[in-house]
């Protein structure tokens, strides 16, 4: 929006000015026609020889001098046109370039959304595979903690069965044991016996 106000302002300001040098050619112009026209009637009067008529035409002896005059004005006048219109120039390709920045800008920016909703998704996929490795181990816990109890139980099942345990200490008087939701085998386990 600024560069679009300042090319704006610019604009106008080069169309003052050019009304008012256009103005200036106009008058600029109608003199030259002006001192053509006394130029030819100068040199009418010159054909003629008239010591009057030389006389009368004295003041327009400058006339070439005048129009010399003229004609450097006009080519300052054009020069400074013509640096208009090179600013101009500039800033409309400088207002294109900041349209394709803008349509760029909003294509990274929709990029950018579906990144951070992608992302999101892996964030909470992520959240859940780690919450179902916990319960995993914690599972696997309780299997092993299952199956150690059960063990025991299958130990001090023998030992009473053998002798090796009052039979006064039961199973489930015993401090450290937890009964087994299931009934423990009461095969003798191997990796007790000695």
Same mark, same amino acid.
């Not at 309780?142 to 039961?170: D, F, V």
């Given at each position: %929006?600024? /560069? ?10 080069? *169309? ?6 256009? @103005?200036?050619? @106009?008058t600029l112009? #109608? ?10 009637? #100068?040199? *009418?009067a !010159?054909?003629?020889?008239? @010591? ?9 002896? $400058?006339?070439?001098? @005048?129009l ?7 080519? %300052?006048?054009?020069?400074?046109? $013509?640096?208009?219109? !090179? ?17 760029? !800008? ?15 998704? +892996? ?7 780690? &919450? ?5 181990? $914690?599972v696997?816990? *309780?299997? +092993? &903690? ?8 299958? &130990? ?20 450290? /044991? ?11 386990? /191997?990796?007790? /016996?000695?």
């Amino acid at each position: %929006m600024a /560069h679009e106000q300042q090319t704006k302002t610019l604009e106008e300001e080069f *169309e003052k000015i050019r009304l008012s040098l256009q @103005d200036q050619v @106009d008058t600029l112009t #109608f003199q030259n026609r002006s001192l053509r026209d006394r130029a030819k009637r #100068f040199e *009418e009067a !010159l054909r003629r020889s008239t @010591d009057e008529q030389i006389e009368a035409l004295a003041p327009y002896k $400058h006339i070439e001098e @005048d129009l010399k005059s003229l004609k450097e004005v006009l080519e %300052m006048k054009n020069q400074q046109i $013509h640096q208009q219109d !090179l600013k101009i120039s500039e800033l409309e390709k400088i207002a294109e370039k900041n349209v394709y920045l803008e349509e760029r !800008l909003q294509v990274l920016q929709q990029q950018n959304e579906d990144l951070k909703e992608r992302i999101d998704k +892996n964030v909470a996929v992520s959240q859940l595979s780690e &919450e179902n490795a916990n319960l995993q181990v $914690h599972v696997e816990k *309780e299997s +092993n &903690e299952k199956k150690r109890l059960s063990r025991t139980n299958e &130990e001090l099942l023998w030992r009473l069965q053998t002798g090796e345990l009052s039979p006064r200490m039961s199973p489930s008087a015993s401090p450290i /044991h937890r009964p087994s939701s299931e009934p423990g085998s009461p095969a003798r386990p /191997h990796s007790y /016996h000695q």
